[in-house]
């Protein structure tokens, strides 16, 4: 099971930091990723990062602007979201990877239910 936390409304410019925290397997066997998916949009690769935590990738869109980071102790995945923008606006979702590395959505196993993220201008 895969629970978010930590979306909300920011303005512009402003900063959130996105959880994850997975619980019934052994999370460090899993790769994660993050994804969002706007209103009328598809759901769109954001960032992933691979079991250790040593290797991570992010879309051009947020690459600068956002870190994906791993507790492997605390089952939790994080991203650090700054100089947010309006087009940043989406439902963002996490998702879990029995495998390396992968930024297809097929590929993952698990998803979270999805947060909230509000940009305003």
């Known amino acids: 099971q895969l629970v978010e936390s930590g979306g909300g409304l920011v303005q512009a410019g402003g900063s959130l930091r996105l959880s994850c925290a997975a619980s019934g397997r052994t999370f460090s066997n899993y790769a994660m990723g993050w994804f969002r998916q706007a209103p009328g949009k598809e759901r769109e690769f954001v960032a992933q990062?691979?079991?250790?935590?040593?290797?991570?990738d992010y879309a051009d869109s947020v690459k600068g602007r956002f870190t994906i980071s791993r507790d492997n102790a605390k089952n939790t995945v994080y991203l650090q979201m700054n100089s947010l923008k309006p087009e940043d606006t989406a439902v963002y979702y996490c998702a879990a990877f029995f495998g390396g590395y992968s930024r297809g959505i097929g590929d993952y196993d698990y998803w979270g239910q999805g947060t909230q993220v509000t940009v305003s201008s």
């Open positions: 990062i691979n079991r250790s935590g040593g290797s991570t």
